[in-house]
Structure formats: C-alpha cells, structure tokens
C-alpha cells in the first residue's frame, strides 16, 4: 500500500516534496496492462473526448522528517482512470499538487468541472495530474505544475501572488492530494471575473465557472473529500503555520 506512514483522512503539513523520475515502467501499470487497455476501450465508447496523454504514477512514498519522496513513473492517462476504478491495494498512487487561491478579502477561488471531462461538475481548486512537463532535472516540479494548471485553467499567474512557505497534504488509499495557499491582492469577485473572462475567451473547455467559498459550506456537494477536508482545515485556521512569501520564490 502506498505511503503506509503517511497521515490519513486528514490535512498533514508538509516542508518539501521530493520526487525523482524513474526510468521504466511503473509495476503495477505493467501488472495490468492488459485491464488498463480493456478499460480505456470502454472508456473511449463512452467518453470519446478523453485524451490518453502522458502523465505521472508514483510508488515508495514516504514521509521523512516533513519531506514527502517517492519514485515517478511515465503512464497513460488510461492507467489512472483503471486505478480510479478498482482503487488497489498496491504500491501505486496518484500525488499531484493544487494551488488554494484566496483573495485579498478573505474567500477562497475553486472552479467547477465542465461536462467534457473525467471530473464533470466537481468543484475544486485548480489541479491537474503531473505530466512530461513537470519533470525537471530527473526530478519532478510540484509547484511549477500548480502554477501552470492555475494559469491554464483560469488564466491567473501566480508570479502576481505570495505564496504560503509550508505546503499541506492530504491522502486516502491511493490518492495524495498537495496543497500550498496563494494570495491575490484583489477582492473574491474581482478574480472571478478575470477567471470568467478567460472561461469565454480561451480555446480550453475543461472549466464551467467559477465558484466564490467565503466558508466551508459554500463549495457545494460536488467537492471531493480531499478539497472539502482542505476547505474545512483551511476556514478553521485561516492564518498560515508558516510565512508569506514572495511566490517567485518558490
């Protein structure tokens, strides 16, 4: 099971993460190969717009000392929907990283899924699987992938906001979501119709709207447990554990 040492069900602070690229294919993707391929055949009957890219699995992960490390593997896209689906008690997860933006008067800025993606209506803060274009070095660049799904999905640059210096995690099973809080000098529904205009302007259709949460039961009932446990953490502690930071910095 992946991550046996990590924290469960709840939000955990993190100092670092710390992912290096392994060459070769990930051994649970090569165990199931065959129902990973089944799956995406059925997939492509009922979702024909989903795009079977590369993205990033990962295995041996551990916490040491506030580090999150573990090895990444290139898979496709395909591998995870098949692990989304019979969920394995492997050594196999799906860490990626989400960037929680807050305004200048308090609110935190999430968006909500379009029909013509995996996650049709959910609500989250902008995220995305990590990818070829997160690899840096052999190693992986988790702050340089939520800086670049912000600015795809909603067309904010996080250069413009300060970062908070500890980041928060979150994992069940599986799954390890990653989170550091950025915030923007402008008020909630300034940024949401700088994120609207760039929802009617921009060749992506992956975002519906976007959704303003000045407390936790604002988001909905769409959010997935790891965004609504980091919601709920989030309006009960508002203040970072760490310093403010210029993002560049990061």
């Known amino acids: 099971m992946p991550g046996t040492d990590l924290p469960e069900n709840r939000v955990f602070a993190l100092d670092a993460v710390q992912l290096r690229l392994a060459q070769g294919e990930h051994p649970w993707v090569a165990a ?19 795009f079977n890219g590369t993205i990033l699995l990962h295995r041996g992960l ?29 050594d196999v997860a799906h860490l990626f990283g989400s960037a929680l933006i807050l305004s200048s008067d308090g609110a935190m800025i999430l968006i909500r899924m379009a029909a013509r993606t995996a996650n049709a209506g959910k609500v989250y803060a902008p995220a995305g699987s990590l990818d070829e274009s ?22 904010l640059d996080l250069s413009h906001a300060v970062a908070e210096g500890r980041l928060f995690a979150w994992r069940s099973g599986w799954l390890v979501a ?3 809080r ?5 008020p909630a529904e300034q940024i949401a119709e700088r994120v609207r205009a760039h929802i009617r302007t921009g060749t992506e259709d ?6 303003v ?34 993002s560049g910095n990061h």
């Open 32 to 50: 199931e190969r065959e129902a990973i391929a089944a799956h995406w055949a059925r997939e492509q009957v009922e979702r024909p717009f989903l």
């Open 62 to 90: 551990q916490l040491t000392d506030g580090v999150l490390s573990g090895a990444s593997h290139r898979a496709p896209y395909a591998a995870l929907l098949h692990l989304v689906r019979t969920a394995p008690r492997a």
């Open 134 to 155: 997160d690899i840096v070095d052999a190693g992986v660049d988790l702050d340089g992938s939520m800086r670049r799904e912000v600015r795809e999905e909603t067309g």
């Open 178 to 180: 990653v989170f550091r």
């Open 182 to 186: 950025f915030r923007l000098d402008q």
């Open 206 to 211: 992956e975002i519906e709207d976007v959704v």
């Open 213 to 246: 949460v000045r407390g936790p039961g604002d988001a909905g009932p769409t959010v997935p447990p790891y965004m609504r446990a980091m919601i709920d953490y989030h309006f009960a502690s508002p203040q970072p554990v760490s310093g403010w930071q210029g």
